[in-house]
């Protein structure tokens, strides 16, 4: 199967692409490289150095002639969400548009998009939190991959395009970027590997969903034929607080230096974790890595790294 992943040299994206070559298929990368590394990018698959708002990308599609498309390419960072709205807007909603409307251009089978688990929903009136719970975002990140989502889902209803949205919590593990504001095993990981200081926000007890980055590039495979017209969250179904994220790094780095606790985040959902009974019902996915194993992949890979 031909198999154009966008995002392909960013963390998640370039494990999606291990995924799928290992699988056999063939794949071919479209990015930027605004965020993401060309060393990351798996030797088997060709790296197309474009944006999706350019020009170039359709030259892709026409010279590649995928029949899927996987959607990673993204403006990720909250911060700048806040800061320039309009162009997070432009990158998740006006580029996923784009790519949608390529995929039916070019007789693309399947649309497979990386939407956001973690913040299109917005505060939770439940937990975990199932698909059905209201979107209702509380940053301009979360609205711009929720309006991706429904210009795919307006495609479908349109053009006939097959997609699967997967709603991905925290991710974490190897090749995630621990200078970013996004990703606090990456970031304590960074810290405590340079001998550094980690600050723990508030008191450490907030509870997310942190899913091993593995687990996720299985449920992309899964999807190339299966999931199809759903949108499906993609975590553990538990939450993990932050102080038992820090003594498990503490343990796998042998840190030696004491975290400090700073002030909590502004606007930061204390508890947040998904329900992924639906995941499980459609793709037959659950996550199989265990925490403190994906703690100890991801330390040993920021070693070699």
């Known amino acids: 199967m031909r198999i154009l992943v966008t995002g392909g040299a960013g963390f998640i994206g370039s494990h999606i692409v291990d995924a799928y070559l290992a699988e056999g298929h063939e ?40 029949e899927v498309v996987n959607h990673h390419a993204a403006q990720a960072s909250v911060k700048v ?14 580029g996923t548009a784009r790519i949608a409307s390529l995929c039916v251009e070019h007789g693309v089978r399947k649309l497979i998009y990386a939407s956001s688990g973690g913040t299109v929903y917005g505060e939770p009136a439940e937990l975990p939190v199932p698909e059905t719970h209201p979107t209702k ?34 991710a974490y593990g190897p090749r995630q970027d621990p200078n970013g504001e996004a990703g606090v095993v990456a970031i304590f990981t960074g810290r405590m590997l340079a001998g550094e200081q980690c600050t723990i926000d508030g008191d450490g007890e907030q509870r997310k969903d942190y899913v091993y980055v593995g687990d996720i590039a299985r449920a992309n495979v899964l999807c190339l034929e299966r999931g199809n017209g759903a949108t499906l969250n993609i975590g553990t179904g538990q939450g993990t607080s932050v102080n038992e994220i820090y003594r498990a790094l503490d343990a796998a780095t042998g840190n030696t230096i004491a975290a400090r606790n700073g002030p909590p985040r502004p606007g930061d959902v204390r508890n947040f974790w998904l329900d992924t009974t639906r995941a499980q019902e459609v793709l037959g996915w659950r996550p199989e890595v265990i925490f403190e194993d994906g703690i100890r992949t991801t330390v040993a890979s920021f070693k070699e790294d």
């Open 137 to 170: 975002p509380v940053s301009n990140y979360g609205l711009s991959k929720l309006v991706g989502e429904l210009y795919i889902e307006l495609m479908a209803r349109t053009a006939g395009l097959d997609y699967t949205n997967l709603r991905y919590s925290n």
């Open 27 to 66: 794949v071919a990368v479209v990015d930027n490289l605004a965020t993401g590394r060309r060393a990351s990018v798996n030797k088997g698959a060709k790296l197309h150095e474009v944006d999706i708002h350019s020009r170039e990308v359709e030259r892709v599609f026409a010279e590649f002639k995928p």
């Open 81 to 94: 969400s806040t800061g320039d709205p309009v162009f997070d807007l432009e990158i998740n909603g006006g």
